[in-house]
């Protein structure tokens, strides 16, 4: 005769036994769950996030093509309006990425939310992955769009020679601001600290990096400035891959930005699992 099992010997569907984890080694229902929130937080506001820097930058090419692009100008034998493009993109790209990043946090600190970062169960690698891939998303979302509005300018020629050193070069620097922008929103107490880091940080870097010059016109001083500042890498790589000639050494600036981007990410990881002014 068969002996029936008791009903406390069956094991409850859909739990598994006391202190044993259900999660993988990564959580991708957590990961992609604070992606998105990090994504539609600023497709709320996409009139301010997407369209706002793709008006800005069109600006910027008006100006200074109006300004220094008559009389037939060439930099790098190409037209200066088509020198500059590329070079408006990815700065619209970078400052977009550490905007985002560097809100995330800082807004979670200052309105009491920090909690549904910390509660739920996410790693700090889950975590710093999250916001950086949300960072990342807006930058090229941003980018996108300014380089499709841009083949509707005349007299401007965008397209990609070399697509590779284009998606290369946009993503590391890209990476590197949000990176940057988590660091700014772990250490800023309040809003006016973040903003701060980006008049007197981000914005020059940003706009001495050869946006609108080669640095080759520069005292031998600044040159060697310029090639410190890792925004020019970005900005030169970036822009080979539109015009096929660049004013810096491509080798170079993928070392460099490869280099910046695991400091950047080992710094941001340490502080986050330490908890530094976020769990105290």
């Known amino acids: 005769m068969v002996q029936q099992p008791e009903m406390h010997d069956l094991p409850e569907p859909g739990f598994s036994e006391p202190g044993v984890s259900r999660?993988?080694?990564?959580?991708?229902?957590?990961?992609?769950?604070?992606?998105?929130?990090?994504?539609?937080?600023?497709?709320?506001?996409?009139?301010?996030?997407?369209?706002?820097?793709?008006?800005?930058?069109?600006?910027?090419?008006?100006?200074?093509?109006?300004?220094?692009?008559?009389?037939?100008?060439?930099?790098?034998?190409v037209p200066f309006s088509t020198f500059v493009a590329p070079g408006l993109i990815v700065m619209a790209m970078l400052q977009n990425s550490f905007a985002n990043a560097s809100f995330s946090l800082l807004a979670g600190k200052l309105q009491g939310t920090i909690i549904d970062y910390l509660m739920p169960p996410l790693s700090v690698?889950?975590?710093?992955?999250?916001?950086?891939?949300?960072?990342?998303?807006?930058?090229?979302?941003?980018?996108?769009?300014?380089?499709?509005?841009?083949?509707?300018?005349?007299?401007?020629s965008v397209n990609i020679s070399h697509p590779l050193y284009v998606i290369f070069f946009g993503l590391m620097g890209a990476i590197m601001l949000a990176f940057m922008g988590v660091l700014t929103s772990i250490w800023a107490e309040k809003f006016d600290q973040s903003a701060m880091i980006t008049n007197f940080v981000?914005?020059?870097?940003?706009?001495?990096?050869?946006?609108f010059y080669v640095i080759d016109n520069?005292?031998?001083?600044?040159?060697?400035?310029?090639?410190?500042?890792?925004?020019?890498?970005?900005?030169?790589?970036?822009?080979?891959?539109?015009?096929g000639s660049t004013d810096g050494s491509l080798a170079i600036g993928a070392i460099v930005?490869?280099?910046?981007n695991i400091i950047l990410a080992t710094i941001s990881y340490m502080l986050l699992k330490k908890g530094w002014k976020i769990k105290s």
């Open 23 to 77: 999660i993988a080694r990564i959580n991708w229902t957590g990961l992609h769950a604070l992606y998105m929130k990090e994504v539609r937080r600023f497709f709320k506001v996409k009139l301010q996030t997407l369209w706002a820097p793709a008006v800005t930058t069109l600006l910027f090419l008006v100006i200074f093509s109006v300004a220094l692009g008559r009389g037939g100008r060439t930099v790098l034998d």
């Open 125 to 156: 690698g889950e975590v710093l992955a999250a916001l950086v891939g949300g960072a990342l998303t807006r930058a090229v979302l941003v980018g996108m769009t300014i380089w499709l509005a841009m083949f509707l300018w005349p007299d401007v």
């Open 202 to 211: 981000v914005a020059p870097l940003s706009l001495l990096s050869g946006t």
């Open 218 to 243: 520069l005292a031998p001083a600044f040159q060697i400035i310029s090639q410190i500042n890792p925004f020019f890498y970005i900005i030169s790589g970036f822009r080979y891959g539109f015009i």
């Open 257 to 260: 930005l490869l280099f910046t």
